[in-house]
């Protein structure tokens, strides 16, 4: 059965229907079906009928118009552009599963074809299939990955491949780490020691540390943007396996309670399937689809 998607349903809220509070009550409803999450849900809606009672808004247009108002408030998208000549590194973060491996590939490629060169740092030692599958990209798409045996030290594959980077005069370190969510305090112990080396190997303002999320998980995503979050401190987000009738609410909770902006939006398995994101462009496919 096709999925109906939340521009549909909010269509559908309308109706012919008066804008009473019932009306709105199904609206706080429908966000938090949305994945916006119940406190954003309520604050975003109480904002919305005062600014309708003050502007005496009415209408399926005028209403739509100040909720994604609302919604670009807290949905910012941000360039990761690295510097030429310098040792640019950007740590890969998320849970197993989210598509953060083919992710770094899609971003290797991406790179790389704007003429940056690119270094892959398996730094999931703990798993043989990531550093399988983070080598079967490198090979596919002729870029260097620096991995180390299994069960090492992640953070030295990370200082290897740093200096890789700064011996061929600079370029992109794309670190793939492990996101064994299980144990929360192992894991953020092993980030955190990651983060130092990669941050003292990098040059300045050339570290960026990205999360990798998948838009189909919802509040199990924001979920892991606090984890990783309170960790190391998140520059931007991936999202992984995005297609125009996802929810699409936890990038809204996520801007609004963590203040992360949006990096890319992966939307297929194919290596060219990745895009700069653009929050108007998002947001309206979020309402409209």
């Not at 790179?111 to 940056?116: A, C, E, K, L, M």
């Not at 200082?159 to 953020?188: I, M, P, S, W, Y």
């Not at 996802?246 to 309670?257: D, P, Q, S």
Request: hydrophobic content about 40%; glycine content about 8%.
């Amino acid at each position: 059965m096709a999925k109906i998607s939340f521009g549909e349903r909010l269509r559908k809220l309308f109706g012919g229907r008066k804008e009473d509070e019932d009306f709105f009550d199904d609206l706080t409803d429908l966000l938090i079906e949305a994945d916006v999450g119940a406190k954003n849900a309520v604050e975003i809606v109480d904002w919305l009928q005062k600014k309708s009672r003050e502007d005496k808004l009415s209408g399926e247009e005028a209403i739509v118009s100040r909720l994604k108002e609302s919604f670009l408030s807290s949905v910012k998208a941000v360039p990761l552009d690295p510097e030429e000549g310098k040792v640019n590194v950007y740590m890969l973060l998320g849970v197993n599963g989210v598509g953060k491996t083919t992710s770094a590939a899609k971003l290797a490629k991406l790179y790389s074809d704007r003429g940056i060169k690119v270094i892959m740092s398996a730094s999931d030692t703990f798993r043989a299939a990531a550093v399988d599958q983070i080598s079967m990209h490198g090979e596919r798409l002729g870029i260097r990955v620096v991995k180390h045996q299994m069960g090492s030290d992640p953070g030295a594959v990370v200082f290897d491949a740093a200096d890789a980077c700064r011996a061929q005069g600079g370029g992109l370190v794309l670190a793939d780490t492990a996101g064994r969510l299980q144990n929360k305090e192992n894991l953020v112990n092993e980030l955190k020691k990651i983060d130092k080396i990669a941050r003292a190997k990098a040059d300045e303002g050339c570290y960026k540390k990205i999360l990798v999320i998948d838009a189909t998980t919802g509040q199990n995503a924001v979920r892991q943007a606090e984890v990783f979050n309170e960790a190391v401190g998140l520059d931007a987000i991936v999202l992984a396996k995005y297609d125009s009738t996802a929810k699409g609410g936890c990038l809204v909770t996520i801007g609004r309670e963590l203040g992360i902006p949006v990096a890319y939006l992966c939307t297929g398995e194919k290596y060219p399937d990745i895009e700069p994101f653009n929050a108007d462009k998002y947001v309206s496919a979020m309402l409209e689809s």
